[in-house]
Nanobody
């Protein structure tokens, strides 16, 4: 069983930055970040394989967001730069015990955090 706690959300102006954190208790091989706006499905933003640090990104965030991990702290980060109003959403981290597979599919991930709100104006 893996428990996840997100932090770091907030309100920023367009062009600003935020750094989200996802602290995990329990071993997970793949950690993903998802965004969800009201009335919309959760959309995969980025994912990382904690073993070797392999990363993948959604097209809308490539070049602006960076996912990283600190295995000693069991924490995964999402550095969000050049934020746009379209990035406004609830952000969730999710954990899977397997390797990165269909990471854009929220059903791939068995464990979820409670979410942290990001608002860009």
């Amino acid at each position: 069983h893996v428990q996840l706690v997100e932090s770091g959300g907030g309100s920023v102006q367009a062009g600003g930055s935020l750094n989200l954190s996802c602290a995990a208790s329990g071993r997970a091989n793949t950690i993903g970040w998802f965004q969800q706006s009201p009335g919309q499905e959760r959309e995969g933003v980025a994912a990382i394989y904690t073993g070797d640090g392999f990363t993948v990104y959604g097209d809308s965030v490539k070049g602006r967001f960076t996912i990283s991990r600190d295995n000693a702290k069991s924490t995964v980060y999402l550095q969000m730069n050049s934020l746009k109003p379209a990035d406004t959403a609830m952000y969730y981290c999710a954990a899977d015990l397997g390797a990165i597979g269909d990471w854009r599919n929220s059903a791939t991930f068995a464990y979820w955090g409670q979410g942290t709100q990001v608002t860009v104006s």
